[in-house]
């Protein structure tokens, strides 16, 4: 397997509802597998490309892997294993969130929205004063 074969892996172990953790955890075990075994090939005396098709060929076939790897359930992440619980958790996790959101913008970028206020009450001061100056030269004027 190249290297673009392991994010192949990775996007069709998630696609068969692994777990996250189960999935970087075992693309980057094979990952270094892979490359123990293009070593090994070239101690051999192979050259890099012929090492490298071995070690493809002794990982063996991407759709195998995947289809051993679904068979078993404890790596599946929850919402694989119980996906009518999902439906009704995500959108009441998501509605809990939402009004969070504004909370941790907030934080995330006081010094900005200090300055907006700051912005917001100096422009309220000088139209404010414009409009009692005109509201006193219309009484007096």
Known sequence: MRD?????????LIDAGIAPK??????????DHYQDLVEAG???????VAAQEQAMQQLG???????EMASHPELKGW???YPRTAIIVYPLACL???PAVPVFAGVANASLIARWGASLVAAGLV?????LILQLSILFG
Do not use: K, Q, W, Y
């Open 96 to 98: 809990a969130v939402l």
């Open 42 to 48: 070239l101690e051999r005396g192979l050259e890099r």
């Open 127 to 131: 139209t404010a004063g414009m409009l």
């Open 22 to 31: 189960h999935v970087h955890r075992t693309v980057n075990e094979m990952r």
């Open 79 to 81: 919402a694989s294993r």
């Open 61 to 67: 076939r991407t759709d195998d892997f995947v289809r």
């Open 4 to 12: 673009p074969e392991f994010r192949v892996l990775a996007e069709r």
